[in-house]
């Protein structure tokens, strides 16, 4: 499956933005889909998980309250609804497909969408 990311950009703290990560290739209903953020100088992360279906998610504790991850399986797309951003989400964020619900919770997924920069100014 390829993944292609959109939506990032520059941003005022407690502004918000959407990010969506378009899905081809095989049936995206069968896969578990992630995003994901690194930012300068820290390690990749996990954001949020969403299942097959949409109906179970994780949040990392950062985030929660604050972003919402969904998804749309008619449509092959996933997205990350950003609110309440913080210059401390300030990183570059990348979708991600797989198989494995547990695989994605531990960063491993089975596919890497291209990053898409997000900015936030204080």
């Known amino acids: 499956v390829q993944l292609q990311a959109s939506g990032g950009g520059l941003v005022q703290a407690g502004g918000s933005l959407r990010l969506s990560c378009a899905a081809s290739?095989?049936?995206?209903?069968?896969?578990?889909m992630g995003w994901f953020r690194q930012a300068p100088g820290k390690e990749r992360e996990s954001v949020a998980v969403?299942?097959?279906?949409?109906?179970?998610?994780f949040y990392a504790s950062s985030v929660k309250g604050r972003f919402t991850i969904s998804r749309d399986n008619a449509k092959n797309t996933a997205y990350l609804q950003m609110n309440s951003v913080k210059p401390e989400d300030t990183a570059v964020y990348y979708c991600?497909?797989?198989?494995?619900?547990?695989?994605?919770?531990?960063?491993?997924?089975?596919?890497w969408g291209q990053g898409t920069l997000v900015t936030v100014s204080s």
């Open positions: 991600a497909a797989g198989s494995s619900y547990s695989d994605l919770l531990k960063a491993y997924p089975d596919y």
């Open positions: 290739g095989r049936t995206f209903s069968s896969y578990v």
């Open positions: 969403i299942s097959k279906s949409g109906g179970v998610s």
